[in-house]
């Protein structure tokens, strides 16, 4: 039962470090930036570990308005 085809899956693709989250290296692969869309196991555990990595700046972003 080995049918599975790499072609459908996405990638985590990390903004921060513009490249994709579990290191692969590829000129056809499928990457996104929405961790919805993701389908790469080992992304997908990466953003799991890293909540930021899929967060929305704006959110982490609440420093602006918060003076210490
Ligand atoms: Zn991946």
């Not at 459908?8 to 590829?26: K, P, Q, T």
């Not at 389908?39 to 982490?60: H, M, N, S, W, Y």
């Amino acid at each position: 039962m080995e049918s599975l085809t790499p072609v459908s899956l996405v990638h985590f693709y990390d903004v921060r470090s513009r490249r994709i989250a579990c290191g692969v290296r590829g000129a056809d692969l499928r990457s996104s930036k929405h961790p919805r869309q993701v389908t790469c196991e080992p992304c997908v555990a990466l953003i799991g570990e890293r909540p930021q990595l899929g967060a929305v700046p704006d959110e982490a972003g609440s420093a602006a308005g918060a003076a210490p």
